[in-house]
């Protein structure tokens, strides 16, 4: 565990902690507005008004997993206050909650079936029986989320809880055979905050998250309200995917390849110098390129003719052939 705050939600606590409000938007407004809601952040999720009422509310995900979130205290109703007893008596931490212990330190047994733990244990087992057991998870805020890490313990499932009621560990009365309890539950915590303070004190480090306040108003209840979960994790935007650039096939007409301007024998400007009567071979840029080379070293192929060069001056091709005879055909 590390006690440093986190500005943001992780995307999986945020989730949850959502759905923790859409249990409370649903007991206070009912399903449509609970419905509409979920919709605003989640717009493939949706609630299944048969398993949902106003304790619980069950969520629906599109990749065919489920959310039951447990609503927290109503303080206008009398069996929340019974559950908020019970969590204040340790006895949410034993499987045994059909024993409610009495001011005057005797134990009084109480059916199951009547306790908000046992109600919550029945819903758990209803949603299971339609929609599977492979992929649920269990959530809450305050005795919501103590409820949530109580189902979530007792059928060894995945819970998220917010600021879940708490009460330290100080041991259990041997009748009920607790064994030092521990958490399982992914704890969020607020510093500060009263409620779930004790929290920390059994749950495994590495499960347990301080979030910074982000709630208005003032301590405590500023500290403990659920809003200070609901803090959406930043965008993770991901750079766009680079198309490999299509590279096409050479063609071996390269005036087939398109923005290949075509020179013509107007835009060509040929390096040789133009042979006239007053200008004598010796001098000419061609022969000038030949460097020291002598005419024994040049070799001329003994296919090249006078006719190739398109010379038609009979002078110039009287040079030519005194100079480089093996060009002229016979009789010149």
């Known amino acids: 565990m590390s006690e440093e705050e986190q500005d943001y939600m992780d995307e999986i606590g945020y989730e949850h902690a959502y759905a923790s409000q859409i249990a409370y938007i649903y007991e206070e407004y009912g399903y449509n507005a609970a419905e509409e809601a979920l919709m605003e952040q989640f717009p493939l999720y949706t609630i299944d008004p048969e398993l949902s009422d106003n304790y ?9 997993s489920t959310i039951l979130a447990y609503r927290g205290t109503d303080f206008t109703r009398p069996d929340d206050l019974m559950a908020d007893a019970v969590i204040a008596s340790g006895l949410y931490k034993v499987d045994a909650l059909q024993y409610l212990k009495l001011p005057d330190g005797a134990y009084e047994y109480i059916p199951a079936g009547l306790t908000r733990f046992g109600l919550s244990q029945k819903k758990y087992e209803r949603v299971v029986a339609k929609h599977g057991d492979d992929n649920i998870t269990i959530t809450g805020h305050s005795k919501g989320g103590t409820l949530a890490s109580y189902i979530g313990r007792v059928n060894k499932k995945e819970s998220y809880i917010f600021n879940a009621g708490a009460v330290p560990n100080t041991g259990h009365d041997p009748r009920l055979d607790g064994p030092e309890f521990q958490s399982t539950s992914n704890t969020y915590l607020v510093k500060g905050d009263l409620i779930s303070m004790f929290g920390a004190g059994y749950t495994p480090k590495e499960k347990v ?30 750079p766009p995917i680079q198309k490999p650039t299509e590279t096409k096939p050479l063609t071996k ?36 390129k030949l460097g020291s080379l002598t005419k024994s070293e040049v070799k001329i192929p003994k296919s090249l003719v006078l006719s190739d060069m398109k010379f038609t001056d009979p002078v110039v091709i009287r040079q030519i052939c005194k100079e480089f005879p093996e060009l002229c055909p016979r009789g010149e």
Request: cysteine-free; hydrophobic content about 30%.
């Open 209 to 238: 998250k301080y979030i910074k306040r982000t709630a208005e108003g003032s301590w405590p209840l500023a500290n403990h309200s659920l809003q200070n979960f609901l803090t959406k994790p930043p965008l993770q935007i991901e």
């Open 56 to 64: 619980s509310v069950t969520i629906l995900k599109p990749d065919g």
């Open 253 to 288: 007409d390269p005036l087939a390849v398109k923005n290949v301007p075509i020179l013509t024998s107007q835009s060509v400007k040929t390096p040789f110098t133009k042979i006239t009567k007053k200008q004598p071979i010796s001098k000419l840029e061609n022969r000038s």
